[in-house]
Every structure is written in structure tokens, then in C-alpha cells.
């Protein structure tokens, strides 16, 4: 997918991304606190979605990936995350890691593969996402970059 265009978030943006993830049933709790860079993705039709990235060091979590309700189904969630993770390669990232409820044959199908919680990296594991707003039940994936 060519023509994606990807403006990062800042303070002033929120309120849209909160709105867009609680529509969604993502966590929303947490977007302000540090440590986390959220995306707005357009294409030349309008916004495709949202996306970021949580964390410092060689794993992070994929944060909070959303196509609109109106674009889904065109490939364009499979355009954001390819974006995602060419960003966190330019970070160093080594690992992305993510917890899902209903995303995991997507992402499975981008490359992560299923994981035990249990065995996350303790600079994950210690996130709001892992220790609070993800039910236990949600898959945990991981891809290396």
C-alpha cells in the first residue's frame, strides 16, 4: 500500500485517538502517561486508523492499532503495522510485543507468534497494559524485528 501518510500524535490529538480506540474497546486509560507514541494514519480518501508504540529498549509493545470502522477490509491495517514497525526498527527495537482480544489471526498472519505472558520481558510485563488494562484472557504475541 503506497500512500500512507503518518503523523505523530501529540497532546492537542488525543481526544480524537481516545474517541477512535474506545470505539473499538481498546484501553484508553493511559494514553498521556510517558513512554508512548501514538499515530494517526491518512491516505489521500481521509484516516485510516491509529497505532503506537510503548516503552524504551530493545522490546516494546505494539500499542493500540485501529483501522475506522469504514476502511476495514482494504489491507490498510496491514500498511499501518509494516509503517509501525519499520518506526520501531529506526528506534532499535528488536521485539514488538502485543496483547490482543480479538486482533490474533491478524497479527499471526503479520509474523507474531503466540507467547506465553509469563515469559514477557519484565520492562513489558511491568507496562499499565499488561498489568492492568488487559484482561488475562487477551493473547500475548510477539515479533522479532
Not at 480518501?45 to 485501529?66: F, K, P, T
Request: proline content about 3%.
Amino acid at each position: 500500500m503506497t500512500g500512507l501518510r503518518v503523523h505523530r500524535l501529540d497532546a492537542n490529538d488525543m481526544g480524537e485517538l481516545r474517541n477512535a480506540l474506545a470505539a473499538s474497546d481498546l484501553p484508553v486509560a493511559d494514553l498521556a502517561e510517558p513512554g508512548r507514541a501514538f499515530f494517526r494514519f491518512d491516505d489521500g480518501a481521509g484516516l485510516v486508523g491509529y497505532g503506537g508504540l510503548e516503552g524504551e529498549g530493545a522490546d516494546r509493545l505494539l500499542r493500540s492499532v485501529v483501522v475506522v470502522a469504514d476502511r476495514r477490509g482494504d489491507g490498510l491495517g496491514r500498511a499501518m503495522l509494516t509503517a509501525l514497525e519499520a518506526r520501531a526498527r529506526e528506534l532499535g527495537v528488536a521485539r514488538l510485543n502485543l496483547l490482543t482480544n480479538t486482533a490474533a489471526p491478524f497479527f499471526a498472519a503479520n509474523g507474531y507468534a503466540a507467547a506465553d505472558r509469563a515469559a514477557a520481558p519484565a520492562s513489558v510485563a511491568s507496562s499499565r497494559e499488561f498489568t492492568a488494562l488487559c484482561p488475562a484472557s487477551a493473547a500475548y504475541l510477539v515479533k522479532a524485528l
